[in-house]
């Protein structure tokens, strides 16, 4: 069962817009996510992380927001840049677990 | 730090094989994880261990395979009798524990197998 969901696989923009991507997840129990960057032939890297107590984090060009009511959270870039084309992951987790559960992805390209 | 490294890069094998992957985690990492990443999906689970200790198998990994993590360094996942499903990335990932801290996972580049 997929607990967490990318609905939208692709995304393109136009280099110094906002990118806004988006993840919905099931299990009301997750308190703690995650967005992970993925280049070809490369592993995940961690990007930004929000713990189920706020609602926003920011991180430079990253904000993440968190609607828990609607067991949702969105990823936001700006400005957009060349260099953030790749694969963008949603994953959750529980406190005191140990796995992280993953979206399938969505493929972000940024237009010059 | 010189992050996760996995060996090999890419394994093309016949099915009905076996294969052996390895993972070196970061040296101070006392958690280590293999997830398995199919095409057009996210990482999935497969297994983790605290040190040399395999804490949870996921209904994922099959009899056919085995990870172990000898003395808490590096891991091996081996997969007997390959199957054409077993066709995955392969990807090992580490972290440092301390108390209930949620703690975010390095990833290694993975170990891209293609079963034949």
């Known amino acids: 069962d997929q607990q967490v969901k990318q609905n939208s696989p692709s995304l393109s923009v136009q280099e110094g817009r906002i990118s806004i991507l988006n993840c919905d997840y099931t299990n009301s129990m997750f308190d703690y996510f995650l967005w992970y960057k993925k280049y070809p032939a490369e592993g995940p890297t961690f990007l930004i992380s929000?713990?189920?107590?706020?609602d926003k984090n920011e991180d430079g060009r990253f904000t993440v927001f968190l609607n828990k009511s609607a067991k949702h959270l969105s990823l936001h870039i700006v400005p957009s840049q060349p260099g953030d084309s790749a694969v963008y992951f949603c994953a959750a987790e529980l406190s005191n677990d140990y796995k992280l559960s993953f979206g399938a992805g969505t493929t972000v390209t940024v237009r010059a | 730090d010189t992050g996760v490294s996995q060996d090999p890069r890419h394994k093309i094998t016949k099915r009905g094989q076996n294969v052996t992957f390895r993972c070196d985690p970061i040296s101070e990492h006392n958690r280590l994880y293999w997830y398995r990443q199919t095409l057009g999906q996210g990482p999935e689970f497969l297994t983790y261990?605290?040190?040399?200790?395999?804490?949870?198998k996921s209904r994922l990994l099959s009899d056919r395979f085995s990870a172990e993590r000898p003395k808490g360094s590096f891991s091996t996942l081996e997969i007997q009798r390959t199957e054409q499903g077993d066709s995955a990335m392969y990807l090992c990932?580490?972290?440092?524990?301390?108390?209930?801290?949620?703690?975010?996972?390095?990833f290694g580049s993975g170990t891209q197998l293609s079963v034949l």
């Open positions: 261990f605290q040190n040399e200790a395999q804490l949870e």
């Open positions: 929000i713990s189920s107590i706020k």
């Open positions: 990932a580490s972290s440092l524990a301390v108390g209930g801290i949620n703690e975010k996972l390095f």
